[in-house]
């Protein structure tokens, strides 16, 4: 394993909070859009954005996942082996839980706007 400088390591989580906070951003402003909201709370997004990738792409870095071993043939009987014991992909997954996160905050001011009565369909009114 080769050292890599911390630095570069703080400017690289510093670039996926800013791409997160877009996303998050990006996404709150679309679902907003269609529940009919007003669009405020779109800094919560970006922070909620921000956050969960982040902490999705620490945690893919962190959590085992099982091995997974790809073989090439590179022609002249050349054989490329590649195992990986962590997930490949952290950075989708990292664009997905942002905007998980920022659409759930939408919902939950959807459900919590006033002055809108909502039925529960187990019940009947009355």
């Known amino acids: 394993m080769f050292q890599v400088s911390p630095i570069l390591v703080i400017f690289e989580y510093v670039v996926i909070a800013a791409l997160g906070s877009m996303i998050g951003a990006l996404s709150g402003v679309l679902v907003s859009k269609a529940f009919r909201l007003r669009t405020q709370g779109i800094t919560k997004d970006a922070f909620f954005g921000a956050i969960g990738?982040?902490?999705?792409?620490?945690?893919?870095?962190?959590?085992?996942?099982?091995?997974?071993?790809i073989s090439e043939s590179l022609g002249a009987g050349l054989q490329v082996e590649t195992t990986m014991n962590r997930f490949q992909h952290p950075y989708l997954l990292a664009a997905?839980?942002?905007?998980?996160?920022?659409?759930?905050?939408?919902?939950?001011?959807?459900?919590?706007?006033?002055?809108?009565?909502?039925?529960?369909?187990?019940?009947p009114a009355r």
């Not at 939408?106 to 006033?114: A, H, N, T, V, Y």
């Open 96 to 123: 997905i839980v942002a905007i998980i996160l920022a659409a759930l905050h939408q919902f939950i001011r959807f459900k919590q706007r006033p002055g809108q009565q909502h039925q529960n369909i187990a019940s």
């Open 53 to 69: 990738a982040v902490v999705t792409v620490i945690l893919c870095a962190i959590a085992p996942w099982p091995r997974n071993t």
